[in-house]
């Protein structure tokens, strides 16, 4: 039960921050996207961590560094 609820906020939390991520790119906010990209890193390493398989894109990358 708790991994399962782990899961599913680890899936809210980046689909919430690729979202910001695509509107701050949009908006041709650099800091923004920057930020959201390294947070759609943690949530992605996290779940790596965890076990949990989330879907990748080809913008994963940008919060590398």
Known sequence: ???E???EELR???AQAREALEQASAEGDD???QA???RVTALLRIA???GIALPRTAGD???EG
């Open 61 to 63: 990358d940008q919060g």
């Open 48 to 50: 790596d961590r965890h």
């Open 31 to 33: 800091d923004g996207a």
């Open 1 to 3: 039960m708790v991994t």
């Open 36 to 38: 959201y990209a390294g």
């Open 12 to 14: 809210l939390q980046l």
């Open 5 to 7: 609820v782990f899961d």
